[in-house]
């Protein structure tokens, strides 16, 4: 198909060019000369420490100015002052004021950086795969049929977003960059492991690739070596921060003949798309990305955390989901924010995660209702909050295994003392006087 000349077009799009602020530009964004001045030294503080990258389609499509600084699309993009703790934020500051040099700001950045927890949940130690007695840096074995792949030319975004969780591998921190760069290793290691049958790829965000270099990963695939590879995934949030990626960039419809193929060959293809709020589904250009990616055959499947400022309250959530159903992407995961980064910022207690999740699932129909969660991606696995209730007299979490690094975890059901401001599963202690989660055993959580 010709999608260029798909008569079934709903929107007339102009071809953008990508414009791009990083940190040393924040002052040139001509949005933010209407803020007050110590507002925009704030940002620049925080920006210092944690990424900060925004492109001029989030800046004038998304963000609604007249509702800065509330406006959620603003909190995704633009840093906070509360991002960061107090001290933290005044000894950046006070260094700032100073005329400093940039070494001294790196020297100060990187030390802030280490109490943030820049690699949570121990993606580095425990889940990089071996082949042929190698590690290999770029893939990350956590649960049995899935392999995730991190494309060394992926490990960006077209904005980033002020709760990222991979933020470490976006502030220059080589240590912690996650790179295969070599299409030969991925096919090897797929080859070797049948027990696989997805593949995740991700990033950053794999969309920000060249066309070509993802053919170079994934047209493979579809020979009969890699038949066990039955889905693939590629996680992405460029429908949001880069719909014109799939609608008027100059190798949009080789990316959409790419996804066609896979679907030709008898794959699974879906696209991971991060979404956090209904005001990313809203533009012209955004809705027809979606349609698009969906003629090809691909399905759209939504996840997002849920983040305080942005997104926590029950009534934007089933917004989010009815409108994906409108449109036709299948809602997958509402995941807690995870424990790193500037959580402080965004985190939400589990108790009241649980109540946006019921407050906004019961509003849907049940289409909208195949997202799981409040989902923690902690160290043993993924763990969603499936409830609050009174057992013999005492108030618990139902908690469960939605993914377990022991896949006989899954799907069993345990029990945390209720405890109304935790924020992550480290927070809890096991119900009725037990020393431990079942789990312990095997894998101790503190
Ligand atoms: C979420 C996740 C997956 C995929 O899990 P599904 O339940 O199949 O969506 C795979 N690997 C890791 C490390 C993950 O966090
Ligand atoms: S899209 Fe994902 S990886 Fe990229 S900045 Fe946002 S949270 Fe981080």
Known sequence: MEYARDARRLHAVEPRKFKVYTHHQLDQIPALAGLPAEQRFEMQVVANVLPFRVNEYVIEDLIDWDRVPDDPIFQLVFPQRDMLAPESFSRMADLLRGDPSRAEVRALATELRGDLNPHPAGQMELNVPRLDDETVDGLQHKYRETVLFFPSQGQVCHSYCTFCFRWAQFVGDKELRFALGEAD????YLAAHPELSDLLVTGGDPMVMKTHHLEGYLDALTQPAYDHIQTIRIGTKAL?????????DADADDLLRLLERLVRA????ALMAHYNHWRELETPIAREAIRRVRATGAVVRAQGPLLRHINDDADTWARLWETQVRLGIVPYYMFVERDTGARRYFEVPLA??????????KQVSGLGRTARGPSMSANP??????????IGGEKVFVLRFIQGRN??????PFFARYDETATWLNQLQPAFGEPKFFFEDEMPLR
Do not use: M
């Open 266 to 269: 008898g794959k699974h293809v």
């Open 381 to 390: 696995g993924k763990v969603e909050v499936q409830g609050v209730t009174e």
């Open 240 to 248: 949001t921060f880069w719909p014109y990626r799939f609608v008027s």
């Open 185 to 188: 290793k991925l096919h090897r």
């Open 407 to 412: 896949a006989d975890w899954v799907q069993r």
């Open 352 to 361: 009241r995660a649980w109540e946006i999740y019921r407050g906004a699932i």
